[in-house]
């Protein structure tokens, strides 16, 4: 069987691409790689692609020049984490904190993980999760 290595792209659909992008680079630091009117491609630790479209802005097909994108899109306040090292939890709380982004929760879980949660622009969940949340990390 062929093997798949990762979530490469994780997609969110949100009301001003600007905002978004502002929020994702200034706060949690991610690079922006691609900026258009339609999407912003951010780096995620540089091994995955965070996808901010504008919403209702993939509901058509997209014609480029090597083939088609299928059309696709999302809406309400979706979930996505971060992987984040046990020794930043306070380092993040405290540049959460500071950039004037509120904690939502706050999760320790069986493993000795833990997790912050609090929302992006668009009202998406957000978590930052320290390993010992899932068997795998």
Wanted: hydrophobic share 45%; proline share 7%.
């Amino acid at each position: 069987m062929p093997t798949i290595h990762g979530v490469l792209e994780t997609a969110l659909h949100v009301a001003d691409l600007d905002r978004a992008e502002r929020f994702y680079a200034d706060v949690l630091g991610f690079a922006v790689m691609v900026a258009d009117g339609r999407l912003r491609a951010l780096s995620v630790a540089g091994r995955q692609v965070l996808l901010l479209f504008q919403q209702g802005g993939t509901a058509q097909p997209v014609t480029l020049p090597g083939g088609v994108i299928p059309p696709h899109d999302g809406q309400g306040r979706l979930h996505l984490a971060f992987a984040i090292d046990a020794a930043d939890w306070e380092p993040w709380r405290e540049r959460l904190t500071a950039a004037g982004v509120a904690v939502e929760s706050v999760v320790h879980w069986d493993r000795g993980g833990r997790s912050l949660y609090f929302r992006d622009p668009d009202q998406h969940l957000v978590e930052l999760v320290t390993p010992g949340c899932w068997p795998i990390y």
